[in-house]
């Protein structure tokens, strides 16, 4: 009986040493498991922040297109009135010099009357003489 007893008791420390070795087990277990969940968390809210600030940086890409685009097509718009006001610069300029060729056709068709005038005075001059 004592053999019995004695193999029960040592039988019961083995088994006792076995379920603390497999609570042990399961305790890291439970912790790497925590650490897990909370890196998984962290991960999860990093994700979702950076998922944010990309959302962010995507509304101010599109917001400066728009304003590149804008700004483009004032500039052609400007460059268009610059077009037209060269454009009507050289009509001006065009004008102008047309303006003073005939100033000038005048100038010598006057100097040719008055030339003529003064031939007709001196003729009804030597005339009446």
Known sequence: MRNLASSTATTTEQIQAAIAAIQEGVDVTVDLMNQTLESSNTTTRQSTEAK????????????TLAAMIQSASATEQQSMVYEEI?????????????TYDNATKAQTIQEKQF???????????????
């Open 52 to 63: 944010e600030a990309l959302a962010e940086i995507t509304n101010l890409t599109e917001e």
């Open 86 to 98: 060269n454009q009507n610069v050289h009509t001006i300029q065009d004008s102008a010099v047309q």
């Open 115 to 129: 030339t003529e005038v003064m031939k007709l005075t001196k003729l009804a001059n030597d005339f009446t003489s």
